[in-house]
């Protein structure tokens, strides 16, 4: 699990509740600005909750297309600059020398523009050529039904603060094999898919992942670049997210809580045989 303590800040709050007031010490889940690096150079800057901050890194680049094998991966390190007050920025270190930082940040900032098209989206995911997800896992309804309360027992953060977002990974017995919390759903799943690379697991052919939240297109395009065959989450997915996960033939289940789901694409993973309409 994260360093508690580095995702937490105490701040003096003033509570009203049923005509009465009281001041005392609250907790807030902690937000900083990570940036990361690429040979020195500056690629982006995210939002994120510290802790787990290289698999933050490493998840990033590998579910955004910018390295495609571990081994890419010189090293990876926590640099504080000078006069900083934190240690916010992780250098990645690329083995691959062809490798061009100056084009590729103009080429990340290009494609991560918000005018980009839903089209535009996938047809970039296309050209990266990903295998769809193993055709062949499964997973039962009812070990699927267990899973928001296993995610939820394990939000160390958030049963602080009430004010992180969650992604679970499982095994197919429902084994929560990692957890990552931060302020940002798809910085959740970076960490998790990080941890997962770094480890030398990917791809993730017998896992299922899940997130709270909602299940929008960045999350669902994640999951598919660590080959996850089943992404649930607990809130509705969006069109493109639908959209892509069908293209891609991924399982994709929204409104997973209360012992009821809703499955958008390929429901053969969790279901015997689709019912008769």
Not at 27 to 50: F, G, H
Not at 72 to 101: C, L, M, T, W, Y
Not at 105 to 117: L, T
Request: proline letters at 6%; a negative charge.
């Amino acid at each position: 699990m994260p360093d508690t303590q580095s995702a937490l800040v105490f701040t003096e709050v003033m509570e009203w509740s049923d005509g009465e007031s009281r001041r005392h010490q609250d907790r807030l889940a902690a937000e900083e600005p990570l940036e990361i690096r690429i040979d020195s150079k500056p690629l982006t800057v995210t939002m994120r909750t510290p802790g787990n901050d290289e698999e933050l890194a490493a998840g990033f680049l590998w579910t955004e297309g910018i390295i495609d094998s571990p081994s890419q991966i010189a090293e990876i390190r926590r640099v504080k600059p000078d006069g900083a007050p934190h240690d916010n920025v992780i250098s990645v270190e690329i083995a691959d020398r062809s490798f061009d930082p100056g084009d590729l940040q103009r080429n990340f900032f290009a494609a991560s523009s918000c005018g980009i098209c839903g089209k535009a989206s996938i047809d970039a995911i296309r050209l990266r050529g990903l295998t769809p997800p193993n055709a062949s896992f499964r997973v039962r309804p009812e070990l699927l039904c267990d899973l928001p309360a296993r995610l939820r027992d394990h939000q160390q953060v958030f049963g602080q603060t009430g004010g992180l977002h969650a992604a679970g990974l499982f095994d197919d017995t429902g084994r929560l094999l990692i957890l990552r919390e931060d302020i940002g759903r798809h910085n959740a799943v970076d960490k998790v898919i990080g941890w997962a690379l770094m480890k030398g697991l990917l791809p993730l052919a017998n896992c299922s992942m899940m997130v709270s939240g909602r299940g929008g297109f960045e999350i669902v395009q994640k999951a598919v670049t660590a080959g996850i065959p089943v992404l649930a989450s607990v809130s509705a997915p969006s069109s493109l997210a639908v959209r892509l996960a069908r293209e891609m033939s991924l399982t994709l289940i929204g409104f997973l809580r209360d012992h009821r789901f809703v499955i958008y694409s390929n429901p053969e993973r969790c279901l015997p045989s689709e019912p008769a309409t």
